[in-house]
């Protein structure tokens, strides 16, 4: 056999099927991939899972050239197994994995643009980097937080799976350096590399997040089926509910959380026959050979079920599923998918009405005691007879009412230990305490129900000083209402005993509502807020 060192690496690999095959396993594993020299010189295309590197570090010289050199020194690297180090412009962790053809390094391939859970880098030290390198300190902190968030287990996980691919490219180097030097007495070069290109491509059947099949398997599996008329075959449509909003809201980790829970529910209950697959973001389908349309149904009841009485997420865990049994003398396996595809949306839209989130994200914080129920529905209460005393039409006082209920719902969005009472709070906590008055707002305007007082619930903690929050309104450039509520939610909050705390009798509660008239309240609103008092004899 030819000497390898004879061949370049272009002439023993097929870069095109190489380039496909990085940029599927950067979508499946969520990594950025790419595959270089040991010299560091590119061999296919760097495969961006996110877009942190290549939009804000790389726009920076001195970050292009800082990453180059990370990148460099983990491709000099000839171990087989997985070499880890941080990146040195990014803080993101990033790993390389040597690929030998008959003992010599022909190249490496690069793993990155990784968080690593519970590793972080401090913000400051986010930011020492961004300052560096001459880098937006907000922009550079923004794009570190949507950069893919695993723990060191998934990680490993993954490396674990690209070894066994380095592995596989390896003997494919090996082979094809054998018919490179055989190519004249070999005619069945084609099938040797369609054999290859075969077992790399079953590394990437499964979707990387779940475990499950992903929407090529599925497709391969309907083909199968397609031809066998007369078999009694089910098909499920499944999709999550409030994906979106859960990222929108929470990010996309609790929205990955969220997509892990179903799948895990979804593939517990179905029999081991039966094909799970995960087909896009909250997109599942199942096929059910040999199986009944009632079994299929009660299927879907207890996925269902097992979704209601699930409470770990911040969203509730609900999945709109629609099933259908092939009727193969008229129609094809397709046409069946189309018909469960169509009751799985009847269904979904029947659940959005049946759940009221917003409702549940109040009782979780209620669970969590971050919120107490009982001055929550207090201050909703007397807020409406404060406002329906002071002449305000229902509709509008029911308005101000709601918003009292609502006005603190963005508390869902802060770490728990932000919340523990008597602890000493940094800066930093306390800043993010006080952010929670927008992520009221934010959250309010995601929900039809409670979009009209979203500017209310952003200014119920705004002081008629001005040294407030969230905006440092000052005066009557507070709404009226967000006015209003301000000096219930503080009567109540002082007044009523719970666990979190001790409390004011009313005596002195109204001595700190006179005394703070003019600075947290407006002085005229106190004042009638006191008459109120007395006249309701609260």
Not at 110 to 132: C, H, K, T
Not at 382 to 409: C, K, N, P, S, W
Not at 509 to 516: H, L, M, T, V
């Amino acid at each position: 056999m030819i000497p390898i060192e004879t061949y370049s690496f272009f002439e023993i690999f097929d870069v095109d099927s190489l380039q496909e095959l990085m940029d599927s396993l950067s979508a499946s594993l969520q990594v950025g991939i790419s595959i270089r020299s040991p010299q560091g010189e590119r061999f296919t295309a760097d495969s961006d899972y996110c877009r942190f590197c290549p939009d804000i570090i790389k726009r920076s010289p001195l970050g292009r050239a800082r990453c180059e050199e990370s990148i460099v020194t983990l491709c000099r690297g000839k171990d087989t197994v997985p070499r880890i180090c941080r990146c040195q412009p990014s803080g993101l962790v990033n790993a390389g994995i040597s690929i030998l053809v008959d003992g010599i390094h022909m190249f490496s391939i690069m793993v990155g643009q990784i968080r690593l859970a519970g590793e972080e880098l401090s913000e400051e030290e986010y930011r020492d980097m961004a300052r560096s390198l001459q880098i937006d300190e907000d922009a550079y902190l923004e794009g570190i937080r949507h950069t893919p968030l695993k723990t060191r287990k998934e990680f490993e996980n993954i490396l674990s799976t690209l070894s066994l691919l380095a592995k596989q490219l390896s003997y494919l180097g090996h082979q094809n350096l054998y018919l490179k030097s055989l190519i004249d007495a070999l005619e069945s070069q084609e099938l040797v590399h369609q054999k290859q290109r075969d077992i790399l491509e079953t590394l990437a059947e499964r979707d990387s997040m779940t475990g499950l099949y992903n929407r090529r398997k599925f497709e391969e599996t309907v083909a199968e089926y397609a031809s066998q008329k007369g078999r009694q075959i089910c098909m499920i449509s499944a999709d999550a509910n409030f994906l979106k909003l859960t990222n929108d809201i929470f990010g996309h980790e609790p929205g990955d959380l969220l997509i892990k829970t179903m799948a895990k529910i979804i593939h517990d209950l179905a029999k081991s026959d039966w094909l799970v697959a995960r087909c896009g973001g909250d997109e599942f389908r199942i096929i059910l050979p040999d199986t009944s349309l009632e079994t299929a149904l009660d299927y879907c009841r207890r996925v269902a079920r097992n979704c209601r009485k699930d409470k770990s997420l911040n969203l509730p865990l609900a999945i709109a599923m629609g099933a259908a049994e092939w009727i193969s003398d008229t129609e094809t396996l397709d046409d069946c998918f189309a018909r469960a595809d169509a009751k799985m949306y009847q269904n979904k839209t029947v659940l959005k009405h049946e759940l009221r989130v917003q409702d549940y994200i109040m009782e979780r914080l209620y669970d969590r005691q971050v919120l107490d129920k009982r001055v929550v529905e207090s201050t909703a209460r007397m807020t409406l007879e404060f406002a329906v005393y002071l002449g305000f039409a229902r509709d509008r006082a029911e308005d101000m009412a709601m918003a009292a209920h609502y006005q603190d719902i963005g508390m869902a969005k802060l770490p728990e230990s932000f919340v523990i009472r008597g602890q000493l709070r940094t800066e930093e906590e306390t800043l993010q305490i006080h952010m929670h008055a927008t992520h009221s707002y934010t959250m309010a305007r995601l929900f039809d129900e409670l979009y009209k007082i979203a500017d209310i619930i952003h200014c119920s903690h705004e002081n008629w000083n001005g040294e407030s929050y969230p905006n440092g309104l000052k005066g009557e450039q507070i709404p009226i209402e967000a006015r209003i509520i301000h000096v219930v939610s503080d009567y109540v909050s002082l007044t009523m005993p719970t666990v979190i705390g001790g409390y004011y009798t009313k005596e002195a509660a109204k001595q700190r509502i006179s005394e703070s008239a003019g600075i947290a309240y407006d002085p005229k609103l106190a004042a009638r807020f006191l008459e109120f008092l007395e006249k309701k004899n609260y």
